[in-house]
């Protein structure tokens, strides 16, 4: 009987929805322009292929992200024994902590976990892009005081006894033997590099819509997948409000880093610079492309690192998140200070132009969007979700 009543109370609703939508007069339906069209399909087909993380030999090999997938969840790999990266990086939470800013590691961290699907897609790592390759950025936390607080000697001595990694680089053919400490640790961060490479995302309503869209010219089949109002929050996202300019791709990020003008204090007289550190980062880290432990010299890879400047630019300067599985991932943005999808959509609405420190953001710019629109284009993002 409970069950029954569940199961209506599920059900209705759907009919009901159903019903609104099907019934003639009540339907609407949208119709999309050819430039619409045209650049929808630069959005479309899930998933594009991985690039090869860069410098990583191991990159794309089965064993080694067979290998990365059990150290990803591996507690030895931390000071204290007690932490792996699925601590932090939740399985359930689309791979990121559903606290505003990660609490889950050695000390209180002042940004938030970042959710790993699709992450290799990315050029730059981390909110301020301070690693240039994923085996870059899986070394640091193991290494890093506020994470999982290990240093390389620890690490290696725990490593070496581990019968899965002995058994697993023997079947490769390498002897651990002949890896002084410090490759054997990089080496590791190496193997939870390819498996990270592996973690995409399922199709989402989204893409089933705009394949639908592509093939049927303006199919209304195309409605089973996204609803009216969430066709009418898309036509917002790559019309007025600009949105698709920085959330580019079918990943929804042009990989780049911009200022759209979220505080920047974490705590009285503290501030997070974002992207100016990232940099200073990335041109000390000893684990950059451009140093010793790049494993395929790749001449461009290389040139990414070299390249990049720091500039009173990049201050407040954030890497364009992806918005796919944004429904796993709450809270937002680099501290998580906004909770909800709809937050998101008022801070953009309603933005300060003068608050965008950096001068470059013009696209972004106040919108009247009534309660009704900004609703569409919440749900516009939740289609992005498997
Ligand atoms: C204490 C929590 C915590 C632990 C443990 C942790 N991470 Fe993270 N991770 C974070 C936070 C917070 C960020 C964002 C950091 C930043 O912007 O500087 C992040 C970012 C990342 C990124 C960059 C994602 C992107 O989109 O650019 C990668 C990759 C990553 N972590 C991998 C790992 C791996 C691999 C491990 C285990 C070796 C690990 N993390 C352990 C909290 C954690
Ligand atoms: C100028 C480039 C730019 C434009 C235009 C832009 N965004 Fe963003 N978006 C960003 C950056 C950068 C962040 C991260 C900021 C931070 O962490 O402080 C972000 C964060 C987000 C987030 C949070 C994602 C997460 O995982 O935390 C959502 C959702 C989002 N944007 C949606 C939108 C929507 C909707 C629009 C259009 C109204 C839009 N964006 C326009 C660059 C942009």
């Known amino acids: 009987m409970r069950i029954q009543q569940q199961t209506l109370k599920r059900v209705l609703p759907l009919v009901f929805a159903v019903c609104l939508v099907s019934t003639p007069g009540v339907a609407e339906e949208l119709n999309f ?3 619409e069209l ?23 090999e089965a064993w080694a992200e067979e290998l990365g997938a059990v150290l990803f969840n591996d507690t030895a790999l931390s000071g204290n024994q007690s932490i792996s990266c699925a601590t932090c990086h939740q399985s359930e939470h689309g791979l990121a902590e559903t606290t505003a800013v990660s609490v889950a590691g050695a000390q209180p961290h002042v940004r938030n976990t970042q959710g790993l699907l699709n992450v290799g897609y990315q050029r730059w790592f981390g909110w301020d892009g301070g690693a240039d390759s994923l085996w870059a950025a899986s070394l640091r936390p193991m290494l890093s005081e506020v994470e999982m607080a290990s240093n390389i000697e620890d690490l290696a001595n725990t490593l070496r006894r581990s019968n899965t ?13 002949h890896l002084n400490d410090e490759a ?24 089933q819509f705009v394949a639908d869209l592509i093939n049927g010219e303006n199919n209304p089949a195309a409605e089973q997948f996204m ?15 600009n949105c698709f300019v920085c959330h580019f791709g079918p990943n929804f990020s042009n990989g780049e880093f911009h200022d759209i003008g979220r505080p920047f204090f974490t705590a009285v007289g503290q501030v997070d610079p974002g992207r100016l550190a990232g940099i200073k980062r990335l ?36 890497r364009t998140p992806s918005l796919r599985n944004l429904l796993s991932t709450a809270p937002y943005m680099h501290d998580g200070s906004l909770a909800t999808l709809r937050e998101v959509v008022d801070y953009y609405a309603d933005i300060d132009p003068s608050r965008l420190h950096s001068k470059g953001e013009a696209i972004l710019k106040p919108n009247n969007w009534t309660s009704s629109e900004r609703n569409d284009l919440v749900e516009f993002l939740k289609a992005l979700s498997e």
């Open 33 to 35: 322009s050819d430039s």
């Open 38 to 60: 045209s650049l929808l399909k630069t959005f479309a087909t899930w998933p594009p292929s991985v690039p090869a993380d860069p410098g990583n030999e191991y990159s794309g």
């Open 165 to 177: 990694l002995n058994q697993s680089l023997s079947e490769a053919g390498i002897d651990i033997k």
């Open 184 to 207: 054997l640790v990089v080496a590791v961060g190496k193997f939870i590099g390819a498996y990270l490479r592996t973690l995409t995302s399922h199709e989402t309503r989204f893409d």
């Open 227 to 241: 609803s009216i109002s969430a066709q009418r929050g898309m036509k917002l996202f790559f019309g007025e409000g």
């Open 283 to 318: 041109k000390k880290d000893p684990y950059n492309l451009d140093g010793y432990f790049n494993g395929t010299k790749e001449p461009s890879d290389i040139l990414k690192t070299t390249s990049v400047k720091t500039g009173q630019i990049t201050f407040g300067q954030w």
